[in-house]
């Protein structure tokens, strides 16, 4: 039984190509919670999702880092 090189390689880049909007979006989310500026945060993630183990680290330690304070609007 021969192994298609091509068909693998494929395959690769439907995974990959899958993966981007995935880390896209839950940068995004956690980016929310945790930063002021988002989008960019989605942006870096959905990069960066064309290395998976890049992404992860890069919401690992998006996760870990401090929520902002809220801002409940009383102004005292």
Known sequence: MSINATLFGEF???I???CIPIFAVISYKIG???STMPGVL???G???AL???L???FIAVLAL???LPKNNGYTG
């Open 51 to 53: 290395f998976p183990l």
């Open 32 to 34: 929310k919670r945790k």
């Open 16 to 18: 990959i190509v899958l």
């Open 65 to 67: 880092k401090k929520d």
């Open 42 to 44: 989605a942006f870096v």
């Open 55 to 57: 992404a992860l680290i």
């Open 46 to 48: 959905g990069c960066l």
């Open 12 to 14: 690769l880049v439907f």
